[in-house]
């Protein structure tokens, strides 16, 4: 019996780490880190990042304003909602 699984070209996958995704959505700081820098480990991972390391150097802020995957949807809400949190240390950063 003949499997009629789809296989897709290696070319095509995606690979993605067991433990998740992060994302920054602070403000873009050029030279720094981009808004909207997506990692692809979860966000303690990202922290240990060189790179994150390096912009957390500069503006420590930031690992505030680095969230997981799961909790990307509901932080992009409140990182634009004045009274929330996430959008006073975004406007914090803003200011630094």
């Known amino acids: ?3 009629n699984k789809p296989t897709v070209p290696k070319s ?3 690979t993605v780490k067991d433990d998740g995704v992060s994302a920054y959505l602070g403000p873009n700081m050029p030279g720094i880190i981009q808004t909207g820098t997506i990692y692809p480990c979860a966000k303690a991972k990202a922290l240990e990042r060189e790179d ?3 912009a957390l150097a ?3 802020g930031i690992a505030e304003l680095i969230v997981d995957g799961d909790e990307l949807a509901e932080a992009n809400i409140k990182v634009k909602t004045p009274g929330e949190d996430l959008y006073r ?3 914090a ?4």
């Open 58 to 60: 500069k503006k420590p």
């Open 52 to 54: 994150v390391k390096l």
């Open 1 to 3: 019996m003949k499997d």
């Open 89 to 91: 240390k975004y406007m």
């Open 12 to 14: 095509a996958a995606v």
């Open 93 to 96: 950063l803003r200011r630094a």
